[in-house]
């Protein structure tokens, strides 16, 4: 199968799935969402036991899109809609998917690509790597991620990374929980392919049902509180402040609220 976002690779212990737009610093664009959700599929049916998902280049994960952004700001709210339910499933998909995923973060994950990052179940990361969620410095939610990132680091964590959308370093990202293993540069893709030779040497049906398991705690609230988000996230595009802080941000400029 072909994808124009991303290469696709696998042996007996993992899929790797790279994400391959650097010029973009692999920002989420529909197509990578879509070309994402493929691999998966792709992943879910091979003999693969463990995904490992990583970036080329200098980032991981740059967020969303803002040029895709800005266009939907000014298109239908049947298309916003559509996007942010796109984009929810790429998350839920990530988060409940029934084989072991590891995030290999080899540079920056900002905002959804902090996301991606940190729904993984094991999240390696360069000491140089950097994560965050400035939504609200461009006049949008990070209502998505949001469901995820509360259960993950706790609600006092969660509200300082979410309010204030400043970006932390790897250290203080494992020091409060958002990642698994801080691992150097040149041994990330070594150490993430010895722990899912490690995550393989178990019985894969245990693997599996223990990973059900732990998802079925929250996984109804989860469905839930995604919907009232996808709501969040595709209502917000059409205000000015974000309208307002995507041109600012695309014009390199501070930009001029207005509050509505």
Known sequence: MGYTTLTYQADDHA???ALTVPEKRNAISAQMAV??????AHAEESHARAVILTGSGK???AGMDLGELQALAKSTQQKNFEDARRVAK????????PKPVIAAVNGAAIAGGCGIATLADFTLAVPEAKFGYPEVKLGF?????AIFLRRQIGEKHARDLLLTGRIID????YRIGLITEIVPAEQLMDRAHVL????????PTAVARTKKFLLG???????SELEAAIDANATIRATPDFQEGVAAFLEKRAPKWSGD
């Open 217 to 223: 705690f929250d996984d109804g609230a989860i469905r």
């Open 59 to 61: 980032a991981f994960c």
């Open 170 to 173: 790897a250290t203080e990202a």
């Open 15 to 17: 899929a790797t799935i």
């Open 196 to 203: 899912a030779a490690t995550l393989a040497a178990a019985s």
């Open 35 to 40: 070309d994402l959700i493929a691999a998966l």
């Open 141 to 145: 939610m990070p209502a998505l991620v």
């Open 90 to 97: 790429l998350f839920y998909r990530i988060h409940s998917f």
